[in-house]
């Protein structure tokens, strides 16, 4: 699962998940079992279908694996073990040239130096430099490894078109770097919100309209994604991951419109100076984050240097097809989907151990993909829909496998129609519930809740909103390609809010995440997961009509999805 709330850098630094956070009464991490009591618990005997799917993580996060980071030897072994289990389970090869492995052309980009800003206030006038650390920390742009503009700079207050507002009202933006926020309103729903409060989705927006930059202003706030200009600039040169285009570029979704950097409060009082908008008063309006500000163009213009560098990382995604049965509908293709990375070698814990093993998040994911592919083949009926079962890298990187599959995908983009995302299903408890994620938006959910009453539980709403899960993991990458998408959790009725609470606390992204921890992973409700996954995918893929994005839903509108009428 991907710290979409934290920047990656950041990330590495914070000791728990905000979601974890407020968990003070949660059991301290337990010591390791002696040898003989784990290798009792290891090789415990148990039926043969929870035996399968424990053998899985067993082996992918075993120690020899070193967390499966991606672009590392190890996470390729996991990838051809994948393969390999694809393979048994009499799925089709759907990957580069007739084999079960896509090619991933991961990226490592940070910024070549410390980049440049400065501001002319009138034609002729003298540039005035802004100070590195001080004022502004670069952007780094992989479309363009030596880049630089010179702009106007216009303010549009978050950044936001949509839900009822429009930062941009009033101003043409065409040409000009657009400067605004972090975040979004209070008020907007959790999914919402957290997808317009990106870089990402704000820098779309700006592209739109013609903006040839942005740039990110402090704000006073800090919290859901928010961080002080120090944080963040005592990290600017961390790199992050990405994906190179077939022509060696990096691949930036708005390259139009790229990312030049960010000013502190200091950098953007020098860039408000002279203007009818004052800073001081912008500044304590956004402390509100419901403030509506009026869209202004700042004196002068604001003259940006970049320089990129980037490292090839390459990997894998796995994929493997289960041909559909009906001659029209075979064409459409079903999604199924979990991450095979997680995030490698690390710190020491209190007990010596460095190896983040990646159970939960998301070996047993991978597990029950494989597992669930084979009841397709087990139960003796093809599905009508073709299912393609896909098992991507680079999540915990910022969902970059997938983010490459959904835009290069090896089958006809046109004819993906659903995801159904496994990621860090926590199955250590009897799960009375489940929690669809994204259900509310498209016809799945109903799906789901039917899927779920099949084997006798109920499905609950996000618990947890504020974590914005919808948009942490890969499924939100079909998302934005327009294709209908949920992930599934076991909900936190009876035990589970406690047990989520202890391995969020205690073994999220952390060496204590392994096959024996505590709480102990239960087999039998991963076989039960497993069960209500298979339902949900073959139910879509035997459905009359397609999944469909709910009348007039965000995100379905925003990625031109299909819609209900």
Known sequence: MFRYTVPLALAALLALPAAAQDHAAVPPLAAPLPAP????????????????????????????????????????????????????????????EGSFLQKVPLISIKPAGKGSMALTRRKGAPAIDL????????????????????????????????????DYKGVDVKGKIVAFFPGAPGDYPPEERAHLS???????????????????????????????????????????VGWANADGTGHVASAATPALGMLSKAGAAKLFAGSKAKWDQVLKMAEDDKAVFKAVQLPGTLTVGLKTAFTPLPSYNVAGLLKGSDPVLSKEIVVLSAHLDHIGIGKANAFGDTINNGAMDNAVGIASLIEEAKRFKASGKAPRRSILFLAVTAEEKGLVGADYY????????????????????????????????????????????????????????????????????????????????????????????????????????????????????????GVRFVDVNYRIARAIADGDEKPMWKKGDFFGTVFGGAMVK
Do not use: C
Request: charged share 20%.
């Open 406 to 525: 959904a835009n290069n995908p090896t089958l006809p983009k046109g004819d993906l129609v659903a995801n159904v995302n496994l990621d860090m299903p926590i199955i250590n408890y009897k799960f009375e519930d489940i929690v669809p994620f994204g259900a509310a938006h498209s016809t799945i959910g109903d799906i789901a809740t039917k899927a779920a009453a099949e084997i006798g539980v109920t499905v609950s709403p996000d618990s947890r909103p504020d974590e914005a899960f919808f948009v942490r993991s890969d499924h939100y990458r079909f998302v934005q390609q327009g294709v209908p998408s949920i992930f599934l959790w076991p909900g936190e009725k009876g035990p589970g809010k406690a047990a989520v609470d202890a391995f969020l606390a205690n073994n999220y992204h952390k060496p204590s995440d392994e096959l024996v921890q505590t709480p102990a992973i239960d087999w039998e409700s």
């Open 131 to 166: 100070v590195f650390g001080e004022d502004y920390y670069p952007g780094a742009n992989a479309a363009q490894l030596d880049y630089s503009v010179t702009a106007p700079v216009v303010f549009v207050g978050y950044g936001i078109v949509g839900l009822g507002r429009d």
């Open 37 to 96: 009591e784990k290798n009792a618990i290891i090789n415990a005997e148990l039926p043969a279908d929870q035996a399968a799917m424990k053998a899985h993580v067993m082996f992918l996060a075993s120690d020899p694996m070193k967390g499966r980071e991606a672009g590392t030897n190890e996470f390729d072994i996991a990838a051809q073990y994948v393969a390999s289990q694809f393979y048994a389970a009499g799925l089709r090869p759907a990957g580069d």
């Open 198 to 240: 990106g870089g990402p989705a704000k820098a779309a927006i700006a592209m739109q309209r013609g903006a040839v930059g942005y740039i990110t202003l402090e704000s006073p706030r800090t919290g859901r994604g928010i961080y002080p200009f120090a944080a963040l600039a005592g990290l600017w040169d961390r790199p992050r």
